[in-house]
């Protein structure tokens, strides 16, 4: 009886055992013909092939008062009019070397502009020598004619010579033009490499399109000029002993709202006043500004295009920003 017993578990153990065998290898199989969505997206990551997607976490996103080139606090903070944030030194930087490039650039195309018209009158100048050529030459044909028929050119008749015999002893070497070789008479310096791009027969010479003079902002691509910059003034956040201190880059809190005093994050929607560039958040805007249009502060009178929303850097919440995901393009296998 005992005997029945132990040997009817042992039974079922490997049966379980045999089961549990089964599921593991189900789990790890690789056989199936079924080519998932995750097999592939980690194929294509070990491969390098296809596009690599990626979103930004909270270290891959500038601070809301950070500028858009540096990425760091701004020390003289300029707003663009759709509300970029940079710092001065920086943006004028960027839009002189900016100038300096599109000046490189015009003195390109005015040297190609220059060599293409030198190659037209060369052309013309060309073709009007072939027609004057061709025209002396069909009036010295004319002359010769009409002297010929008038009789005035005598000619003498000379006895026909005897047939030279030709075999092929008198046979001379080719004349040096008449090579079929592509070695001789300098073709060897005009062989077509195919190999090399620059010497393919359909590789011609790229032509510089005439140049943008127009600077645009490095972030949203609309034109930008210095002056159009608008100063901003930033309030900062007291310290601890109640005194205002400098922004500092270790500091994770640095201003607040000069109307509410709410500290400004990247999650607080800001805007910029134009007038006089203080920052103020957008719960300030719908809740005071937009009822009578008057700046809190100086009393001033307020348009719409006086208020510009400040662009965030995001949070890596997908209701903080936009563009918080990036997309870098790779060669594609295709089977």
Not at 44 to 68: I, M, N, Q, W
Not at 162 to 173: E, F, L, V
Not at 301 to 313: E, S, V
Not at 324 to 331: C, D, G, I, N
């Amino acid at each position: 009886m005992g005997g029945g017993a132990s040997s009817a578990r042992l039974g079922r153990g490997e049966e379980r055992g045999h089961h549990h065998h089964h599921d593991a290898h189900s789990k790890n199989c690789t056989a199936s013909s079924v080519y998932s969505y995750h097999e592939k997206r980690k194929d294509g990551r070990a491969s390098g092939y296809g596009t690599l997607r990626l979103r930004y976490g909270k270290d891959g996103v500038k601070e809301f008062d950070c500028c858009s080139l540096s990425l760091h606090p701004c020390r003289a903070p300029v707003v663009s009019a759709d509300g970029h944030l940079f710092d001065k030194e920086a943006i004028l930087e960027y839009i002189i070397s900016k100038k300096n490039e599109v000046s490189r650039k015009m003195k390109e195309y005015q040297r190609q502009c220059k060599k293409e018209q030198t190659e037209l009158a060369e052309l013309s100048e060309a073709e009007h020598r072939s027609r004057v050529e061709k025209f002396l030459s069909t009036e010295m044909a004319v002359s010769s004619a009409s002297q010929a028929a008038q009789g005035t050119t005598t000619t003498t008749t000379k006895p026909a010579a005897p047939p030279k015999a030709t075999t092929s002893k008198s046979k001379g070497p080719p004349p040096a033009g008449s090579s079929i070789s592509n070695m001789v008479s300098g073709r060897e310096k005009k062989l077509p490499s195919f190999w090399v791009p620059s010497l393919t027969p359909e590789n011609k010479e790229a032509k510089i399109a005439k140049p943008d003079k127009t600077i645009r902002c490095p972030i949203s691509g609309q034109p930008l000029r210095a002056k159009d910059l608008i100063p901003v003034k930033f309030t900062h956040l007291p310290l601890e002993g109640g005194e205002a201190g400098p922004s500092l880059e270790g500091a994770h809190q640095r201003y607040k709202c000069p109307v509410t005093g709410d500290v400004l994050r990247n999650n607080v929607a800001c805007a910029v006043l134009r007038p006089t560039g203080d920052v103020v958040t957008q719960r300030c805007v719908d809740t005071f500004i937009r009822k009578d249009m008057l700046h809190p502060l100086t009393g001033q009178t307020l348009t719409d295009k006086d208020i510009i929303p400040l662009q965030r850097g995001g949070t890596g919440f997908a209701t903080s920003n936009q563009k918080l995901a990036s997309a870098k393009p790779r060669p594609v296998l295709q089977c």
